[in-house]
């Protein structure tokens, strides 16, 4: 069974990946017998199938994700969320409140305004119009506290790591509260104020090397690195600690 690419190598449109008994996966195309790119990305093997990981694009929403919403507009039974897609996320009352409440003498900004976060879940989705969300599970609803940080969305999977490895990392180390929204927002509530800078630093540095292998620990030593530095002195001298703001 030839195979010509290793997990992690990065392919480019019309590359061989393999031939024979693979199976095609994402952004993969199969000839005959034989598979190609279909995108500029990193190879992925598990067992036959071939995937192709995008280096860069868009959030497309897929039922089931958790992502990160802001809420930009609102109609009479229902709320507009920008989920960072070309889609937008409709939230409706009977997906946000646990009672019915009549929106004519209800003002629905008294619940979610604009410029709120949320958590939510995409419910349903077909690409012929925006993506329906529910905050009525446990753990989802109108984010509070912490802040937002948003990344390229085809950097997420690298934040969560191979069976939730790097993810694992940042909790341990970090001590803070961490949620990964498969639309590359990430809210963050950080335990000390003076954290959130090493928080950005760490995410952005993932997202800058999200191509290369080993990812995992040098990120661990990273962390290690930086907790030895007085973040607050190190925070006044760069402007990124705005991102509170």
């Known amino acids: 069974m030839p195979i010509y690419f290793t997990s992690r190598q990065i392919a480019i449109p019309g590359d061989l990946l ?17 598979i190609y790119a279909y995108t500029v990305g990193l190879v992925e093997i598990k067992g036959n199938r071939i995937d192709i990981i995008p280096i860069h694009g868009c959030y497309v929403p897929k039922t089931g994700d958790m992502v990160i919403g802001k809420i930009i507009d609102y109609g009479s039974n229902m709320w507009v969320a920008d989920i960072n897609s070309p889609y937008l996320g409709i939230l409706t009352i009977s997906e946000a409140l646990s009672k019915p ?10 619940y979610l305004n604009i410029g709120d976060f949320i958590k939510a879940k995409v419910i349903a989705f077909d690409r012929t119009r925006d993506a329906a969300l529910t905050i009525k599970e446990h753990g989802l609803g109108k984010i509070n506290r912490g802040f937002i940080i948003t990344i390229e969305p085809t950097k997420i999977p690298r934040v969560i790591g191979r069976k939730g ?15 990964v929204g498969k639309n590359g927002r990430i809210w963050i509530v950080p335990k000390r104020h003076e954290d959130s800078f090493l928080y950005v630093s760490i995410l952005k540095k993932i997202e800058e090397e999200a191509h290369t292998s080993g990812l995992t620990d ?8 930086m907790l030895k530095i007085n973040i607050p002195d190190l925070v006044g001298k760069n402007k990124q600690h705005n991102v509170l703001n």
């Open 18 to 34: 393999a031939e024979n008994d693979y199976q095609a996966g994402l952004n993969t195309y199969k000839i005959g017998d034989k």
């Open 101 to 110: 409440i009549n929106p004519f003498k209800n003002n629905l900004l008294k």
């Open 165 to 179: 490895s790097m993810l694992t990392v940042l909790k341990s180390k970090l001590n803070g509260h961490i949620e």
């Open 218 to 225: 040098r990120v661990t030593k990273y962390i290690a690195e």
